[in-house]
């Protein structure tokens, strides 16, 4: 039962241009979202993320946008850049005595120069 | 500030033998995570600690166990290898357990033949 969708595997987007990363979830009960990011041959790295109560969130030229009814969140960047071209995973969390996080599969953003 | 440093890099072991990853991270987090990626997966957790001798288990530990003596440190020991357990492996610290991202350690790539 994959809780956290991202059913897009790769992207690819011109640098410059609007990079919209998708993400779905079946979970109610999530209350705090996140997005990370992840290079090949390292950890992932923490990049933006949202609480229930809100529906945006920005940081520079990234954007996360939840639609809470829709159960729908997604990631902006713009203007994407090559160096943004890595896995993006999205994660949903809920308290149950401990923060249990769940992820998504991923999306490998390529920005074409 | 290392962060979170995991070690080996690489391990291939064969069916049945044992091996410990390490974890350390000199962050002062008292929440500390193990999960394992395979290929086209998102992130699973096997083991988490929300501090120094407690540990408890995630959604996929058997096979795995872990300790807490310490703050900084987080082992995670697999006794009788098997090809199932090949994977990547990640540990991640947060300071907290609830609405906080977590740093994540290079990842360890473990081959069982």
């Known amino acids: 039962d994959q809780q956290v969708k991202q059913n897009s595997p790769s992207l690819s987007v011109q640098e410059g241009r609007i990079s919209i990363l998708n993400c779905d979830y079946t979970?109610?009960?999530?209350?705090?979202f996140l997005w990370y990011k992840k290079y090949p041959a390292e950890g992932p790295t923490f990049l933006i993320s949202?609480?229930?109560?809100?529906d945006k969130n920005e940081d520079g030229r990234f954007t996360v946008f939840l639609n809470k009814s829709a159960k729908h969140l997604s990631l902006h960047i713009v203007p994407s850049q090559p160096g943004d071209s890595a896995v993006y995973f999205c994660?949903?969390?809920?308290?149950?005595?401990?923060?249990?996080?769940?992820f998504g599969t991923g999306t490998k953003l390529q920005v074409i120069p | 500030n290392a962060g979170v440093t995991q070690t080996p890099k690489f391990r291939i072991l064969k069916i049945g033998q044992s091996m410990t990853l390490q974890c350390t991270q000199d962050?002062?987090?008292?929440?500390m995570y193990w999960y394992r990626q395979d290929p086209g997966m998102g992130l699973k957790l096997i083991y988490y600690?929300?501090?120094?001798?407690?540990?408890d288990k995630g959604e996929v530990p058997n096979g795995y166990n872990v300790s807490r003596s310490t703050t900084e440190d987080f082992p995670l020991r697999l006794e009788l290898a098997a090809p199932s357990q090949t994977s990547v492996y990640f540990c991640?610290?947060?300071?907290?357990?609830?609405?906080?991202?977590?740093?994540f350690g290079q990842g360890t790539r473990l081959t069982v033949v």
């Open positions: 991640a610290s947060s300071p907290q357990g609830v609405n906080t991202e977590a740093f």
């Open positions: 600690s929300v501090g120094a001798g407690i540990t």
């Open positions: 962050m002062n987090h008292n929440y």
């Open positions: 994660a949903a969390s809920e308290y149950r005595g401990y923060q249990k996080v769940t």
């Open positions: 979970n109610s009960m999530f209350d705090y």
């Open positions: 949202i609480s229930s109560i809100k």
